[in-house]
């Protein structure tokens, strides 16, 4: 059984009364929803951060959607070996430059899904003006901003299942912040057995940019909450 400790569940009051209004349907259900999620974001980051602090020189992570590097950063300097997937090409050049030094630190120019090939990634024409900023919500699967002044780029996708499978150990941490193609790998992760029991996955939903996705987001927390190992959480972010 999952430790308390690692549980974040509605538990007082007001959390829980959001719960039961976030099955209702329409907007009332969606703004308790996200009430809700953010009331739990809070228990998710302190989780996120002592198991960032328990991590150690023998861990493998994955940073994915690692934009230019912080919690890069912050894994390497744990001594940690980690791949850090990144897809705008721009932003992936700054991400290069900062880590040339460290040798446990693998860079891929490249977005990840569930098939191996090549995608279309959308950032916003706010790019322009403000780079590190909106390269966050670069995606491939979003049309939020797919405009005509959008920026698009071929880019190379990674069957992140495979990359895991392949990987010499499991990891040990994985972050998600992929801006909509979680879902998808999420869905595979119910499917197949690719993660050890010890691995700890950290995951940015972006519903509120795509709210047709919500039903999916919900049933995934609540399979997400009910399992044991490993341990997902999709309140982080």
């Known amino acids: 059984m999952r430790q308390e400790k690692k549980d974040i569940s509605p538990t007082t009051l007001a959390e829980r009364a959001l719960d039961r209004l976030s099955n209702l349907p329409g907007e009332i259900g969606y703004v308790a929803f996200r009430k809700l999620k953010r009331r739990l974001q809070a228990k998710a980051e302190l989780l996120f951060q002592r198991e960032l602090n328990a991590l150690s020189a023998s861990d493998l992570v994955l940073d994915l959607g690692a934009n230019i590097g912080d919690l890069t950063e912050l894994f390497a300097l744990k001594g940690c070996e980690v791949h850090a997937?990144?897809?705008e090409p721009e932003t992936f050049k700054l991400l290069k430059q900062r880590f040339e030094t460290y040798p446990?630190?693998?860079?891929?120019?490249?977005?990840?899904?569930?098939e191996e090939?090549?995608?279309?990634?959308?950032?916003?024409s706010s790019f322009r003006e403000?780079?590190?900023?909106?390269?966050?919500?670069?995606?491939?699967?979003?049309?939020?901003?797919?405009?005509?002044?959008?920026?698009r780029h071929n880019v190379r996708v990674v069957n992140?299942?495979?990359?895991i499978s392949k990987c010499p150990r499991r990891p040990k941490l994985i972050k998600f912040d992929?801006?909509?193609?979680?879902?998808?790998?999420?869905?595979?992760?119910?499917?197949?057995?690719?993660?050890?029991?010890?691995?700890?996955v950290f995951v940015e939903t972006h519903e509120r940019l795509e709210r047709k996705q919500l039903p999916r987001v919900k049933f995934l927390q609540e399979w997400a909450r009910n399992q044991a190992e490993p341990y997902i959480n999709l309140f982080w972010g």
């Open 160 to 163: 992140i299942i495979d990359f």
């Open 117 to 124: 090939g090549e995608a279309e990634l959308v950032v916003p």
């Open 178 to 200: 992929i801006e909509g193609a979680e879902l998808d790998i999420l869905e595979k992760f119910q499917a197949e057995n690719v993660l050890s029991q010890e691995t700890m």
């Open 85 to 87: 997937f990144e897809p």
């Open 104 to 114: 446990k630190v693998h860079l891929h120019n490249a977005a990840v899904g569930i």
């Open 130 to 151: 403000n780079p590190r900023s909106a390269s966050k919500a670069s995606s491939i699967t979003l049309d939020r901003y797919n405009s005509p002044n959008a920026i």
